[in-house]
C-alpha cells in the first residue's frame, strides 16, 4: 500500500529562540517610522521540532481604551494597597498574571510626557524545515559591517549548522552555507540518536560551538574584520567570500583535560581577549542511591580557544559541585564568572574558583558536603525544586529563577567589594507561562519559550519609589516589585527594598516634612504572548453544534500543569446562522451599503451629522436574483421590528453598488437589456442615469465591475472597460478620459481600485520626464488626509498594471503575475498595447480570472494582492516597500511605485468550466460566479478583522492574523452565490451569505482562535489531561486529568517507612488522576470519580459491550485502566472499571435542560498496569503486564474471561477492526491476531521478527489493501504488509516491513477515519488515519492509488533535486530510516507531503517544467494534489 503523509498542524510552542535585528526593518533609519504607525524593535526567531518562524516585536501606539467605567469597577474590587497605578490596565486575559506597565503614561527625564505604547508580536515569515531544529543562535559576521544586520545560525539533529541571512530582494532568508558534522567518528556510536545537541555563539561572534556526542564539540570560527579576510586571501592565494574560517571538532578529553568526560552544559565567557567556554560536567557519574559512595561529582572547567596555534590552555578548574547541576549562564564582565543551577541549590563560580551556594530546600547539607551558608529563620521554610526551571540575568547583578510552574523567583548577587560575598532570594514576584527557555534582550526585554502554552515577551524596568519611614527594611536584598496576580497568595508587603537615597522637599506652607528615602525596584510587565497548545497527550472526534449545523470536531487534550486543557479543532471556519432571509433573495449578488438619511428641516435637506469616532451601522441592502429573466433586484432597509422590508423592486439584474459621494447615494450597475449605470437618492430613487451606448448602439453587457468612491471601473464582456468619475459639487458621474492608458479599443480582463491608507504606496519621480499639469477635484482635496487610491488593472496578455488616480499615470507593469512568479517588482515597461482579437480571443487556462488588491490583516492591515487564474490556481502576495531604482527611469515612465509584491499563500483550486460558454437563460441561472470580495468584521469588542471571501464552488475565507500570518479556511458550504459584511442589524461581525440553504444572516462561532492552521476553540481547564474520549450516545467527553500527590510508602504492618524530618523537606510526588464527565464544549463538569491517591489512568476507551438493558442487547460503555503505584519495594498493580454514563434529573438552579452521572458498574483487579483497551465484537480487550486477556461483560455487573495470550513485555497499543486485534509492544514490536468464539481463542497470525519500541499500531485499509502501521519511540512511521504467499513471510509468520519513513516526532494518539474519494468505491471507505504527536503536530496519513503515486513519487524526485530548500537540507535524508537488516533503505511508499507542498508555490514556468520531465503535466499533478489534501 502507498500513503501520502501530510501535517495539517506544523508543531506547536517554542523550543528554541533568538532574538536579534534580522530583518532591514529593525534599522533604525530604515523606513517611514511615524509615531502613528510605530518602529520595530528587534525580531525574534523560534523553533520547534521542524517549524521555525520569523516575528519581529513592534512598539506601537496603545489604542484608545473606551471602557473607562469597566475600569472603574475593576479598581473597586481591588485590595486595598495593590491597586495599579494610573494607566495601567491588567492584561490578565491568558492567565499570564502580569500587569500591562507598557500602556502607562511614561514621563521623561524633563517632565515630558511620551504617548502610551504597547509592544506586539507581528508574524514575518514561517518555513517548514526538512530537519529538526535543535538550536537557533545570532551571529555577526563581517559581512554585517556593511548592512548592520545580524545573522542567524540554525543547528539541526542530524549535526548540521545551517547559517542563514535575511535577503530582501526575496523578502525571504537566504542560505549562506551549510556544515555537516554527521559523518564525524562521534556520530557513528549507537547511542548518538539520544544524544541532546546544544548550540552556543561568542559573545563577540568570534566562533560558534556546537556539542557532538562522545564529549566533542564542532567550533566553527567567523571572520571578524576585512584584515582577517584579506590576509586569508593572501594565504590561500584565492577570494574568500564566505565569512568563516574552516570547521573543526575539539575532542574535550583528549584535546583540553582528561577530565571533562560526561558533558552537562557548556556557554561562553565574556571579557576574554580569546573565545572562552565553561564547561560543566560530571566525570564520575552517580545517582541518588549511590551518593554514599561518589558525591559532588560535577565539575567546572573554564578554558581558552587559540584559534591561530590551535591551543585549548585551561585557566580554571573546580571539582566538587553537587552531583545534580544541570545548567550554567555567564555573569556579567563586571563581576565575572558563573551561576549553576543544579536541583536543590543555585551556585555562583568566580574565576578563582570561589564557590557560593545558595540552598532553596533542605537536600542540599544531606547529598552534598560543601560549605553551607547560614540561613534565616524564613529561609530554612524554603522549599522549592528547580528540576525544570530557566534563569536569566536581567541586569550585572539580579537574576530571575523560573521554576518549572512559570513561578518567577528574583536573585541577587551581593557584593563584598568586587568578590560576591553570598546569594539572596526574594519572594515570588509573578506566574508566567511554563518555562523552555529564556532569553534577555537588549532594551530590557525578557522572552519566556514555553513548549506547552504560550510564549510571552516581558519587560523590566528600574524605578524610583519612594517609602514611608516606617517601613525601611534595609536588608540589602534583590529590589524587584510587581503587582500582585490573582493566582498566587502574595503578601502585600512582597517589596524588598534596595539602597535607598534620602532627600528632603520643602513643603508649600514652608515647613519641612519627614525625610523621604527612595528604593530602585524592577517592575515586570506583560507586553505580548505567541498563542501555542503544547503537546497532544490524547485526542478523540466528536461532535460540535455551529447553531443548528450538526459538524465533526478533534477534541484534543493539551497543554501541562496550570496551562492543560482542551483545544477543539474544526476543518472548516465554524459560522453559525442567525436568521434565514429568505424575502431578500440574492442568489446573483448581496451589498449592504452605509447610506447617510438626509433631514428635512423648513423645505431644505441637510446631512445628519456623524460622530467620527462612533462608526455607522449599514442601513440598506441590494439584492438580485437571475429569476425572473432577465433578473429582479431588490432595495431592502430594516423596519422596527427587526425585519426586512423591501422598498422598491427593480426589473434586471445588479453587478455591483456601493455607497457613493461620502455615503449620501448609492451607485447601483444594473443590466436590463442595455447597461445603466445609475446614481440613487438615499431612499431609493434616481438622481441620474448613465445608459453605456455606443452611438445609441447598445455595447456588450458589463461582466464585472468595482466601485470606489469617487471612481467607477466597468469591464464588459468584450474586455473593454469603461471609467467613470463623481463630481461631488454637482452630485453626478461622468465618463472619465482614459488616453493615457491607450487607444479606447484596448483590452482588460479584470481589474480593481485601492484605497491606501497606511502609506505604503510611494512613487518615485523620473526626474526627465516633462512635470505634468496638476488637477485637482473638490473629491481630491477632501481625501488628501493621506489616503490614496490605485487603479490595478489586467491585460489578456498577463501584464498587470496600477496606475495611479485621478492622473492616470502609470507606476508599476509587471508580465509575472499570470505566471505566479514569487516577487513581483516594476519592469518598468510602457503602457501594454492590447487589442482587440479577430476572430474574438476565447479564454485561455491562464487567464487572469480575478485579481483585488485589499488590506488584509488584524490590528494592522496590510495591502494584498490576491489573483486568482482561470485554472483554479489562487495565490496571495503580501506588499512591502522596496528601495528607489538605482538606475534613472525609461524616458517612457514618469513614476514608479515602490512597492514590491511577495508571495506568502498558494493554493490550487480543482475547478471545471462548461465546455461552450452558453448564452442560454438557463446556463445563465445555472452560472457560479467566483468571486474574491471584501470585507471587515468585528467578532468581538477590541478584535477587527480585514479579510476577503472567495464564492463560488470552493468558497473559502482568507484571513490574516497579526501571529499567524496569511489563512484560507474552508467556508464548509458546499457553494456560495453572494456574501457580504452587514452591519444593519447593529452588530459588526454579522455576514449575508446565500449559500446552496439560501439566503441567511450568519456570524462566525465565539472565541474561535485563527492563528493556527485549523480554526480551534480553547477550553482552559487550568489542570492537564492525559486521556479523552468522546461518548457518541450522549455526546459528552469522559477525560482523566492528572495530578500530583505526595506518596508516602508504607510496610506490611501499615507503618509508613520514611516521612519528612524538617519544613524544608518534602514527601516526594507520584501521578493519581480523576475521571471527569465534560458537556461537549468542554466548559461545564458534570460528574468525576476519584481514584486512590496512588492510582493514575493509563487508558480511556469507549466500548460496545453486551448487556440485557436495551433492546439491540448492545450499549457503550466506558471502560478504565489504571496502574496502582506502590513504590520502588514492590510490583505495581492494575485495575479495570466500568463505568456507565446515566441521566438524572437535574438541578432546577442549575438552568440546564439535561444532567448526566458516571455510574461504576465493576471493577476489577488486575496483577500488574492495566496499560491499554479496546472493544472487539461486543468484548472487552485489556492487556494486564505481558498478557492480553478478551473478557465479556456478564449481567452488567462482572466481566468474565473467554481467551488469553501471552505477548511481549509491555503491551503500548491496540487496536480491533472487526475480529483482527494489532498489539503493539514496547520491546516486541507488533503483532497481528485474530480472534475466534467457537471455541474462544487467540491466533497469532504474524509478528514482527525485529525488536522495535511501538508507541502505536493501526490497521490502514483501503480499496482490498490492508497494512499495519506503527510508529515508535523515535517518530519512525512502519508500513507491515500482512502476507502468508510471499516466502519472506515464513507463511505468514513474518510480518512484512515494506516502508519505513521518519515522521521526526513520535506519536501516541491516533483516530481511523473513513475517507470516500470521488472516485473510489462509495460502499465501503478508505481509511485515513489522524495522528496526534507530542509537539503538537498533527498529521494525516491517506492512501494514494497507483497511478498517483507513481506521479507523485517522481515529482517528489524531481523536488528534492531542483528545489532550493530552506537552510540547504535535504528532504530525502530527512525521511531515511537507517536499517542494518537490508540492503538498502525502504523509503518508497510514503510521499512527504511537506515537500510536495512546495510544487503548489512554485511559479507556473517551473511546474510545467518539473511535470515535463516526469512525462505528465502541471495541471494532472495539482488534480492529484488537490483530492489528496485537507484535514479530514
Known sequence: MQALRQEILPPSGIEFATCLKFTPSTLSDHGPSTSQSGRTLFNVVVARSNLLRIFEVREEPAPISTQKEDEKDMRASVRRGTEAVEGEVEMDVSGEGFVNMGTAKSTGQNGIIHPATVNKFYLVREHRLHGTVTGLEAVRTVHSLEDKLDRLLVSFKDAKLALLEWSDAIHDVLTVSIHTYERAPQLMALDSSLFRAELR????????ALSLPKDALAILPFYQTQAELDLMEQESSQARDVPYSPSFVLDLANDVDKRIRNVIDFTFLPGFNNPTIAVLCQYQQTWTGRLKEYKDTVGLYIFTLDLVTNNYPVIAAVDGLPYDCFSLTPCSTATGGVVILAGNAVIFVDQSSRRVILPVNGWPPRTSDLPMPSLTAQEQLRDLQLEGARFTFIDDKTLFVILKDGTVYPIELILDGKTVSRLSMSDALARTTVPALVKRVEGGYVFVGSVVGPSVLLRTVHVEEEIQEEDIDMSAAPATVVAPVDTMDLDDDEDLYGPSSSSEKPAANGSNEPTKKTRTVVRLSFCDAIPAYGPICDMAFGIARNGDRIVPELIAATGSGELGGFHMFQRDMPTRSKRKLHAIGGGRGMWSLIVRQPVKVSGGTFERPANPYHAENDSVIISTDANPSPGLSRIATRSAHSDITITTRIPGTTLGAASFFQGTAILHILFNVTNVIRVLEPDGSERQVIKDLDRNNPRPKIKSCSICDPFVLIIREDDSIGLFIGEIERGKIRRKDMSP????????????????????????????????????????????????????????????????????????????????????????????????????????????????????????????????????????????AAAPPAEPLPSARSSTLLVKFVKVLSKAFDITYPEEEQKSVLAEQKRISRLLLPFVTSPAPGQTFSGVFFTGDRPSWIISTDKGGV?????????????????????????????????????????????????????????????????????????ASSFQNRFASYDEDGNIVWEPDSANISFPYSECSTLELLSSDGSITMDGYEFAPNEFVNCIASVPLETTSTESGMKDFVAVGTT???????????????????????????????????KLLCRDDAKGPVSFLCGMNGYLVSSMGQKIFVRAFDLDERLVGVAFLDVGVYVTSLRAVKNLLVIGDAVKSVWFVAFQEDPYKLV????????????????????????????????????????????????????????????????????????????????????????????????????????????????????IRTVQHVAALNPKAFRMVRNEYVSRPLSKGVLDGNLLATFEDLPIGRQNEVTRQIGTDRATVLKDWASLVGAW
Open 967 to 1039: 489563512k484560507l479556511f474552508p467556508s464548509g458550504h458546499s457553494v456560495v452565490h453572494a456574501f457580504t459584511a452587514s452591519s444593519l442589524w447593529e452588530s459588526r461581525g454579522d455576514f449575508l451569505l446565500y449559500s446552496e440553504e439560501g439566503p441567511a444572516l450568519v456570524e462566525w462561532m465565539p472565541d474561535i482562535q485563527l492563528d493556527g492552521h485549523l480554526p480551534a476553540r480553547s477550553a482552559p481547564r487550568s489542570r492537564p489531561y492525559s486521556n479523552v474520549v468522546f461518548d457518541a450516545s450522549t455526546s459528552l467527553i469522559v477525560a
Open 741 to 880: 492608458m491607450g487607444d479606447k479599443s484596448s483590452r482588460y480582463l479584470t481589474g480593481c481600485f485601492y484605497t491606501d491608507t497606511g502609506g505604503l504606496f510611494q512613487t518615485f519621480l523620473n526626474e526627465q520626464a516633462p512635470a505634468e499639469t496638476v488637477t485637482s477635484t473638490l473629491q481630491g482635496a477632501m481625501n488628501a488626509g493621506g489616503s490614496s487610491q490605485w487603479l490595478v488593472l489586467a491585460r489578456p496578455q498577463g501584464v498587470v498594471e496600477i496606475w495611479t488616480l485621478p492622473k492616470l499615470t502609470l507606476v508599476f507593469s509587471t508580465p509575472l503575475l499570470a505566471t505566479l512568479d514569487p516577487v513581483l517588482t516594476d519592469t518598468l515597461d510602457p503602457p501594454a498595447l492590447s487589442l482587440p482579437q479577430d476572430p474574438p480571443r476565447k479564454p485561455q487556462e491562464l487567464d487572469i480570472d480575478q485579481i483585488a488588491l485589499v488590506p488584509l490583516g488584524e490590528s494592522r492591515p496590510r495591502p494584498h494582492l490576491i489573483v486568482l487564474l482561470r485554472s483554479g490556481q489562487l495565490a496571495i502576495y503580501d506588499a512591502v
Open 201 to 208: 555563539v561568542d559573545p563577540l561572534s568570534r566562533c560558534a
Open 1124 to 1158: 496502582i503505584n506502590r513504590g520502588e519495594d514492590l510490583a505495581v498493580k492494575g485495575a479495570v472499571y466500568i463505568f456507565e454514563i446515566v441521566e438524572v434529573v437535574p438541578d432546577p438552579s442549575a438552568n440546564v435542560k439535561r444532567w448526566w452521572r458516571l
Open 1244 to 1359: 497469532i497470525l504474524g509478528k514482527d521478527p525485529q525488536l522495535c519500541c511501538i508507541t502505536r499500531a493501526d490497521l490502514f485499509f483501503a480499496d482490498g489493501h490492508l497494512s499495519i502501521v506503527t510508529c515508535d519511540e523515535e517518530g519512525i512511521v512502519r508500513l507491515y504488509a500482512y502476507d502468508p504467499r510471499d516466502p519472506e513471510s515464513k507463511s505468514g509468520q513474518h510480518l512484512l516491513r515494506r516502508t519505513e519513513f521518519h515522521g521526526q516526532t513520535e506519536y501516541r494518539t491516533s483516530q481511523l477515519v473513513a475517507r470516500r474519494p470521488k472516485t473510489g468505491d462509495p460502499e465501503i471507505p478508505q481509511a485515513r488515519l489522524v495522528c496526534g504527536s507530542v509537539d503538537g503536530s498533527l498529521s494525516t496519513l491517506t492512501y494514494v492509488d497507483d497511478a498517483a503515486f507513481k506521479r507523485l513519487h517522481l515529482l517528489q524526485g524531481q523536488l
